[in-house]
């Protein structure tokens, strides 16, 4: 479907026109330049490739700054493909803006969670932990506690609930309306939160 690179710029609200009170996330959504145009007839399925945010040309790797400046475009740092598009109403090198998307539409975004690092199986899975406080438990607190190898059988199943590197995941959040779109500033405002820190990067699918 159509869509648009964005960056999450943070959380606020405002009111509609009942007077209630309503949670958005502040997008940023492009402005997002078409850097190639995939066809039917050439590559067996249309799509358009568009880049967000600017780069240095210092960290951009060689086969990637020769494909710009080949083309005449500024590096990006962000390239995404985009599957569903009218390509026969876009040209390489035009501008896709905020304006694709119209208040009270639906769409769901894509992004990163928050990465926590290496953490516990209490904050990771919600635990309990083990014992409490009575029993000579001085130290097990917030322990796992077994984790079910013995004799049989002997080793531990793939899966197991267990410490670890929690966060920095891939998810997708459906249905958030639009609650509001500022074209002259490309900002979209939707209703809830979509995943990811301040000031990352984000996928916007109609």
Same mark, same amino acid.
């Given at each position: 479907?159509?869509?648009?690179?964005?960056?999450?710029?943070?959380m606020?609200?405002?009111f509609n026109?009942?007077?209630?009170?309503?949670?958005?996330?502040?997008?940023?959504?492009?402005?997002c330049?078409?850097?190639?145009?995939?066809?039917?007839e =050439?590559?067996?399925?249309?799509?358009?490739? #568009?880049?967000f945010?600017?780069?240095?040309e210092?960290r951009?790797n060689?086969?990637?700054l020769?494909?710009? =400046?080949?083309?005449?475009?500024?590096?990006?740092?962000? #390239?995404?493909?985009?599957?569903n598009y009218e390509?026969?109403n876009?040209?390489?090198?035009?501008e896709?803006?905020?304006d694709?998307?119209?208040?009270?539409?639906?769409v769901?975004?894509?992004?990163?969670?928050?990465?926590?690092?290496?953490?516990g199986?209490?904050r990771?899975h919600?635990?309990?932990g083990?014992?409490?406080?009575?029993?000579?438990?001085?130290?097990?607190?917030?322990?796992?506690?077994?984790?079910?190898?013995?004799?049989?059988?002997?080793?531990?199943?793939?899966?197991q609930r267990?410490a670890g590197?929690?966060?920095f995941?891939?998810?997708?959040?459906?249905?958030?309306?639009v609650?509001? #779109?500022?074209p002259?500033?490309?900002?979209i405002?939707?209703?809830?939160s979509v995943?990811?820190?301040?000031?990352?990067?984000?996928?916007i699918? =109609?």
């Open positions: 479907m159509p869509g648009l690179i964005g960056k999450k710029l943070g606020s609200n405002v026109n009942d007077g209630q009170l309503i949670p958005v996330t502040i997008i940023q959504a492009g402005p330049q078409i850097l190639n145009i995939r066809t039917q =050439k590559n067996g399925y249309n799509s358009l490739q #568009i880049g945010g600017p780069q240095k210092q951009i060689k086969p990637d020769g494909f710009f =400046k080949k083309n005449g475009f500024t590096p990006v740092s962000h #390239i995404k493909e985009f599957r390509v026969g876009y040209k390489v090198g035009e896709i803006k905020v694709i998307f119209n208040e009270g539409d639906t769901k975004v894509t992004g990163k969670t928050k990465g926590k690092g290496f953490q199986v209490m990771r919600g635990f309990g083990v014992g409490g406080t009575t029993h000579g438990q001085s130290d097990r607190l917030r322990a796992p506690g077994s984790i079910g190898a013995s004799s049989y059988p002997s080793r531990v199943f793939k899966g267990m590197r929690t966060g995941e891939q998810v997708t959040v459906a249905n958030l309306k609650i509001k #779109i500022l002259e500033k490309n900002i405002m939707l209703k809830g995943p990811g820190p301040i000031n990352s990067i984000v996928e699918n =109609k």
